[in-house]
């Protein structure tokens, strides 16, 4: 009976969801105020009724209910506990059920936080909101069902994918999923405001929160998946430049212009149009990258290889939400005027530079992934676009972009000079300068040595966005120090997210000067490798809870000193009679020794070996950045609704209340 209740929440959603995009949506249209109220406790019913769903999903799938095909085809009786709990969301349809329980999520958390909104537009944006989520509901209950029943019930499932059953995996994808279902809320807002035909600062003010929370999350979300194909696929790489991975990219850069884009929103109301654009662009990319993962057009380890039928199904719901959002931008976007003027060398200069550099990254970005799949399907070419092309195509457009972060925040609004900005990064200049030549003389080729200057450049670029707000050296101590207890949590934000991307640089550019080989080694055999002596002592078999192993015992000393012992695997599924490899990894955090154990051949065993430099440094950046973008969003002016208290005037009289705008 379990699964039926399941089945009948989907369902319930699918009619909240019909509601919530209908009712809001017209009482805005015909300002009645009774119908516009409807709209918070229509999100909330979607997101109750949704969370029921997920939440049956997941119990019979830690309860081992095999009467359901879903279970039955993804679960075993041997899996643990906490893959079968993460499994819920480990598959097709249990993924798209995550997606709707997240957008309705966005839905509650609009009707829960926007209470300070006007009331016609959080009435638009839940009502936006609402109609996305009904598409995705209906796909599911439709085409995707997670509670279709299978009799009879299998004795054990057919087990989980085995890549799936690792724990850096189990969390990517909700993750990910805030991320990517986060933009909805910009994007219901860029509707919104198409439909009521006004863009002001305030409606800047209120997108930037909603864009900064998915923009953490998809950053952390991107990162994690970067960091499971680098220990767990045995490569020992960190992006490959598959057009799964590029499909998460292209919203990260489309949403990092639009967080920048929204500030110059709020502070000149110039870009109306654009934001609005780069917010409908942004989620446009996420259900692309939906569509791309789901149609199975794609051979990838990231995608689903499913039916294309499903992928008819998203491709229509994809055309139907871009396309109603296009053109009601074509019809409406001629509205959004800007008043605000800038001079092109100013702070909003620099943010509009940002935003073109970013924007045609994507560009190039898209064309690579999208390109191939075309000239296959109407050229009948098979092309494959691979990391010589984008590195080769995104290098130049992305050392700009480093460049103008750093001058950016030294320049004033609406008008600046560029020389006075360009002094006070002096030393920052000398310094990456410095740094960049040093890495040449120590072996690293032009690009490397030239990302390591642009890392250096960030990092120091941010800390002189200190220097200069707190006039460090140029008045007393004492007071330097109050001027930075005072300083708002978004400017460290701000900063914190400009050096975590300088960090993540420099991780890139040391893995460059990294070294790795591939050798066939018998126990008691020792291979040199980058200064260390990496001895193979056994092979021997271990036992896991739904798999066997082979492991391989390798101990690393330098100069006859013990360094680490690594002990990487290679386990067998027999359920899904599939072999993966389990890299081992010893890290300083300055570099990593990597291990990776392959086929044996005559009672030698194949090891794929690496001594990657600064490879740590790659997430750990991308961590800084999405820490930097939670500081700044923990900053009352940029938090949606947070009343900022002002000091009230005495009362007149006694027992008087305090004034209007006490709480403003």
């Known amino acids: 009976m379990t699964p039926e209740l399941g089945h009948f929440a989907l369902a319930l959603a699918v009619a909240f969801g019909f509601a919530q995009a209908i009712i809001p949506l017209w009482g805005a249209q015909r300002g009645d105020a009774r119908m516009m109220q409807a709209a918070p406790a229509l999100a909330i019913g979607q997101l109750i009724a949704l969370a029921t769903s997920f939440g049956v999903l997941m119990w019979v799938s830690v309860d081992n209910d095999f009467s359901v095909l879903n279970v039955a085809e993804n679960s075993h009786s041997l899996k643990p506990l906490l893959y079968r709990i993460t499994g819920t969301w480990g598959n097709h349809e249990g993924s798209i059920l995550l997606w709707c329980l997240i957008i309705a ?33 209906l796909f599911a209950l439709i085409e995707s069902n997670p509670f279709l029943r299978i009799w009879p019930p299998p004795i054990d499932g057919r087990d989980m994918n085995p890549l799936l059953q690792d724990l850096g995996l ?58 499971w194909a680098y220990y767990e696929l045995g490569w020992g790489g960190y992006w490959f430049w598959d057009p799964v991975e590029n499909a998460s990219l292209l919203p990260w850069l489309t949403g990092t212009a639009l967080l920048h884009s929204a500030i110059v929103v709020e502070k000149r109301e110039s870009l109306k149009a654009w934001t609005v654009l780069l917010a409908i662009g942004t989620f446009s990319f996420s259900l692309s990258g939906t569509f791309l993962v789901r149609s199975g057009i794609l051979n990838s380890v990231h995608s689903f290889a499913n039916d294309p039928a499903r992928g008819v199904f998203i491709l229509g719901l994809l055309g139907l939400v871009i396309g109603t959002a296009l053109v009601l931008f074509a019809w409406r976007g001629a509205a959004l005027s800007s008043s605000g003027l800038f001079a092109p060398i100013s702070r909003e200069g620099g943010l509009v530079l940002n935003n073109i550099l970013l924007c045609a990254i994507a560009a190039v970005v898209a064309t690579g992934t999208i390109y191939p799949l075309f000239a296959d399907l109407v050229l009948g070419q098979k092309l494959s676009v691979g990391a010589p092309f984008f590195n080769a195509t995104v ?143 056994d092979l021997h078999d ?19 000193r013990p360094v ?53 440094w790659i997430w750990l950046g991308a961590l800084v950045m999405a820490a930097g973008g939670m500081l700044s969003l923990s900053d009352r002016r940029l938090r949606l609704g947070a009343p900022v208290r002002r000091a009230a005037a005495a009362p007149a009289t006694p027992g008087a209340s305090a004034p209007p705008g006490a709480l403003a």
Not at 482 to 498: D, E, K, N, T
């Open 105 to 137: 999520i966005c839905g509650g958390a609009v009707a829960a936080f926007g209470r300070n909104l006007p009331a016609s537009l959080r009435a638009r944006v839940i009502g936006v909101l609402g109609a996305s989520a009904c598409g995705f509901t």
């Open 170 to 227: 189990a969390i990517h994808p909700p993750i990910l999923y805030m991320g990517y279902v986060g933009f909805a809320v910009p994007f219901a807002f860029a509707v919104a405001a198409l439909l009521e035909g006004r863009v002001d600062a305030s409606w800047g003010r209120w997108v930037r929160p909603w864009t900064l929370a998915a923009w953490c999350f998809l950053t952390s979300g991107i990162a994690l998946g970067s960091w």
């Open 395 to 537: 290098l130049p457009l992305a050392v700009p972009v480093f460049v103008a972060m750093a001058v950016g925040p030294m320049l004033s609004w609406k008008r600046a000079a560029l020389g006075p900005a360009l002094v006070r990064l002096w030393w920052a200049a000398v310094a990456a300068a410095g740094i960049g030549l040093w890495a040449s003389f120590g072996g690293a080729k032009l690009l490397p040595a030239l990302a390591f200057g642009c890392a250096a450049w960030l990092i120091l670029g941010a800390l002189t966005d200190i220097v200069e707000r707190i006039r460090l050296f140029r008045i007393a101590p004492g007071a330097s120090l109050r001027r930075l207890a005072s300083l708002p949590r978004g400017v460290f934000g701000g900063a914190l997210g400009h050096a975590g991307l300088g960090v993540t640089i420099a991780g890139i550019a040391g893995m460059s000067l990294s070294v790795s080989t591939i050798v066939l080694v018998k126990p008691g055999e020792t291979v040199h490798l980058a200064g260390y002596d990496w001895h193979l002592v």
């Open 542 to 560: 271990a036992a896991g809870p739904n798999y066997a192993a082979r492991v391989a015992t390798i101990q690393v000393s330098r100069d006859g």
């Open 564 to 616: 680490a012992v690594l002990a990487p695997e290679r386990r067998s599924f027999p359920v899904q009679r599939m072999t993966t490899t389990e890299a081992k990894i010893e890290t300083n955090f300055l570099r990593d020794l990597y291990a990776v154990l392959g086929e044996e051949r005559d009672g030698a065993a194949v090891l794929r070996l690496h001594d990657n430099i600064l490879a740590p």
